[in-house]
């Protein structure tokens, strides 16, 4: 990025997230203290467990702070109603969609819900916004498809193509490339590093595919059990964050590479 | 949503059926009377017998509009239910909705001797039967949602609502087995269901509530197709999923008990007809899955009606017992032929 001046559009203070059972606590993490800077591509990593889920859970309001705060735009989350929140940040999640009848226009037409009056009626505005977001992800060719006839890797792309016909500044992805293959986990995060470049969006994922992520995204999150830290990929390197993210018997960081790499056997 | 295809030649064959269907429904019934002489009577030509007139005004006419109102708050019922569960096989019945109509009901006819024999003499108003009914169904409903929140699994929520079946048909044996036996032919006899029953008095009032139901069904097409993306994409499109589903909940009970009141748990409508509207429309928009939900339950239930007159006997058949034997192989042909169901 070379942006002279950054700004931050999404900060944590003093973050504790976690479940509230009863009368008692259930602290996944603590003292979380991260910056999301506009118009970046940053990577949420950590291993299997972490509490990735639950940091972007809370993140995007599906779920409250144990304590301390989420500002988005300097304004703290919990003053923003769903409805606003709905035009400010959009998400790609994990969850399956139910067996409907829904066509790939109709599925992204819905991301226009927040601008549309009581019977979803889609005006000018929202249809040119929809036909953006397919033109966007290169899926013209499906938009008549029913989505249950799309692989994988198609309905990926066209649940982004939703996400962005929302047109929110931030777009949450929670694990995109979960069951793809190595062809379309490129294409996807290669799609996404296109759209900050060309559309100026926040793009924040979580992601177990690290190598690919230390060589595409502009910055990372490592989440540890016991430590949280954001930053520029490069910064992130350089601070030996990614030394202990896993445990050294398997996996280990090379530092010259900048990838991990499978210990060879003695 | 845009429909982008239009739908219209689908709509303009189901009116036309619908109508079609409408006049074959009075000219059916156990006196013939010519087509034009109905259209004469209907029109309020005087020259027409009495008798026929009788029979078209305060028998046929209320039945066939009865079967309308009935066919499309049931199905739309369904259809909402099937959307809210984001499950196929979800219906009235299913639920246990229809079984929480029949305790309100039982317990206002049957209870009346069970608990002391106050009412005992006293035929009931379609009133109170109504308010019971629409008691039953709501209260039902209710703790099946509230069982929906803590379990948030689909299978579970179907098991429950069928748990709720079995025990509100346990505590109706009970009421039967210390009631007079006239109560229980009441009983059983609202139970067969019909569509015969029902006066222009308590016509407009069914008519009003169904309206009114279908009226809220078409505010919350919105909620309703964006739960096609699930909940959690719902919320993040700024839907508010307690007052939907609390909106729902209420449309469906309004609908469900209103019918069920009138006309006793008429079965498979409300879970068949969703589906059947479904095919022939092949989409998931509720904008315009609802109208055609509507339109294709008036319909089913115009022949289930006719089918149930048996043409030119003196015989009626519970309305009931025809909705399932229909009901109940459409439903297994669909699983069959398309191997899925929608929601």
Not at chain 1, 203 to 214: C, D, E, G, V, Y
Not at chain 2, 268 to 290: D, E, M, R, W
Request: hydrophobic letters at 45%.
């Amino acid at each position: 990025m070379n942006k002279t001046t950054i700004h931050s559009i999404i900060k944590t203070k003093d973050l504790s997230i976690g479940y509230q059972q009863k009368k008692q606590q259930l602290i996944v993490a603590k003292n979380i203290n991260i910056t999301i800077n506009q118009a970046t591509f940053t990577a949420l990593i950590g291993k299997n467990g972490v509490g990735k889920s639950t940091l972007l859970r809370t993140l995007t309001k599906v779920q409250q702070p144990l304590s301390g705060n989420v500002y988005l735009k300097n304004k703290s989350i919990s003053a923003y109603s769903h409805k606003e929140l709905a035009t400010e940040l959009s998400l790609v999640l994990t969850d399956g969609l139910p067996e409907s009848q829904l066509t790939v226009f109709e599925l992204i037409a819905l991301g226009r819900q927040p601008y549309t009056n009581w019977i979803d009626k889609l005006q000018a505005n929202d249809i040119s916004k929809i036909n953006w977001a397919i033109e966007q992800t290169e899926i013209t060719h499906l938009k008549d498809k029913k989505f249950y006839e799309l692989s994988d890797g198609q309905l990926q792309r066209v649940m982004i193509a939703r996400a962005l016909a929302q047109d929110t500044e931030i777009i949450i992805l929670d694990e995109p490339t979960a069951h793809l293959d190595m062809h379309h986990t490129y294409k996807i995060f290669l799609l996404l590093k296109k759209l900050v470049a060309t559309t100026g969006k926040t793009i924040l994922i979580s992601t177990h595919q690290i190598n690919l992520a230390l060589e595409l995204v502009d910055e990372l999150i490592v989440m540890k059990s016991n430590s949280i830290a954001s930053g520029r990929t490069q910064d992130i390197i350089e601070s030996n964050a990614l030394e202990t993210l896993f445990p050294k018997d398997i996996l280990r960081f090379n530092k010259t590479l900048q990838q991990f790499t499978v210990n060879k056997k003695n | 949503m845009n429909t982008h295809k239009t739908y219209s030649k689908q709509f303009v064959i189901l009116t036309g059926l619908l109508i079609i269907l409408f006049i074959l429904n009075i000219s059916v019934g156990s006196v013939s009377i010519p087509t034009k002489d109905i259209f004469s009577i209907i029109l309020g030509d005087e020259s027409i017998k009495n008798s026929w007139k009788d029979i078209i005004l305060t028998i046929r006419l209320p039945k066939a509009i009865t079967a309308i109102l009935i066919g499309t708050s049931l199905s739309i019922s369904g259809l909402l239910m099937q959307t809210l569960f984001r499950n196929p096989l979800a219906g009235p019945f299913v639920l246990g909705i229809s079984s929480g109509a029949s305790l309100g009901v039982a317990l206002l006819i049957l209870g009346s001797t069970a608990f002391g024999g106050y009412f005992l003499t006293s035929t009931f108003s379609s009133w109170s039967i109504a308010i019971a009914s629409s008691i039953g169904s709501f209260l039902v409903l209710s703790a099946v949602i509230i069982a929906a929140n803590k379990v948030k699994n689909t299978m579970s929520i179907l098991i429950i609502g069928l748990m709720f079946g079995s025990f509100t048909a346990a505590i109706i044996s009970i009421l039967s087995y210390f009631s007079e036996a006239a109560q229980i032919q009441q009983y059983i006899f609202w139970s067969f269901g019909s569509l015969g029953n029902l006066n222009w008095n308590e016509l407009s009032v069914l008519a009003g509530i169904s309206l009114v139901g279908i009226l809220f069904s078409l505010l919350i097409i919105k909620p309703l197709n964006s739960f096609l993306l699930g909940e959690n994409y719902a919320k993040s499109l700024g839907i508010n999923i307690k007052q939907s589903r609390v909106l729902i909940l209420l449309i469906t009970s309004l609908l469900t008990g209103a019918t069920t009141a009138f006309s006793g748990p008429i079965a498979f409508v409300g879970l068949a007809v969703p589906h059947v509207a479904k095919l022939i429309f092949t989409t998931s928009n509720h904008k315009i899955l609802i109208p055609a939900t509507a339109i294709t339950g008036a319909i089913v239930l115009l022949i289930c009606d006719s089918i149930a007159q048996l043409p030119t006997s003196e015989l009626i058949l519970p309305i009931n017992a025809i909705t399932s034997l229909f009901g109940a192989p459409i439903v297994i042909w669909l699983l069959i032929r398309k191997k899925k169901l929608y929601v």
